[in-house]
């Protein structure tokens, strides 16, 4: 093999290599992974703002045609929110903005993500998944205070 | 015919500008994926 070749593609498994190892490093020091789908979880049928601690909450999010219940959440900084997702018709999405908060509602299963609200101010949730007509309107917010 | 001293200079220069960039556009992107925050604190 040439030599420039043999450079070349050892350069390129270097930089595979490199950039594989920072994704671990994000998930196991960053504690910045994947969202869960996760199958021991009842589906439920309304969208609840449950409060385990003054940092500790837990929301369960019930997405609609063309809504998410509950519309509006308001939590302190610092809170550490256990996220539950679920649909009651069709396939629908759940990005909040600004956040590595990313799942998909589908109806009959529970999608789960574990988020720190560090930041104060308006966290906007946004269905990210066309769902029909009134698709564009379908959002909620979080206020961290 | 294989001609001699011959080295692949603008080969070389193409990949090493593409490696460049791939490793912007991916630093990029995870670069903001880190400063976006803890998920499983």
Not at chain 1, 33 to 56: L, M, S, Y
Not at chain 1, 79 to 84: G, L, P, R, T
Request: proline share 5%; charged share 15%; aromatic share 14%.
């Amino acid at each position: 093999m040439d030599r420039a070749e043999k450079t070349a593609l050892t350069l390129a498994v270097a930089l595979m290599a490199f950039f594989a190892g920072l994704i671990v490093y994000a998930a196991k020091a960053l504690n910045i992974d994947v969202p869960t789908c996760i199958t021991d979880v009842k589906p439920f049928t309304e969208g609840k703002v449950i409060q385990h601690a003054p940092n500790r909450y837990e929301l369960h999010y019930l997405a609609k045609m063309w809504y998410f219940e509950p519309a509006e959440v308001e939590i302190p900084a610092g809170s550490v929110v256990d996220i539950y997702l679920t649909s009651g018709d069709v396939i629908h999405g759940f990005q909040i903005d600004n956040t590595n908060v990313n799942l998909m509602a589908v109806p009959g299963t529970v999608a789960y993500a574990r988020y720190k609200f560090d930041k104060p101010g308006v966290y906007h949730i946004v269905c990210h998944e066309y769902c029909g007509i009134g698709h564009q309107d379908m959002a909620a917010k979080i206020v961290v205070k | 015919m294989k001609e001699e001293g011959f080295f692949p200079k603008g080969a070389v220069a193409f990949f090493l500008l593409m490696m460049a960039f791939y490793a912007f556009v991916w630093l990029s992107t995870y670069l903001v994926m880190v400063s976006r925050g803890q998920t499983q604190p």
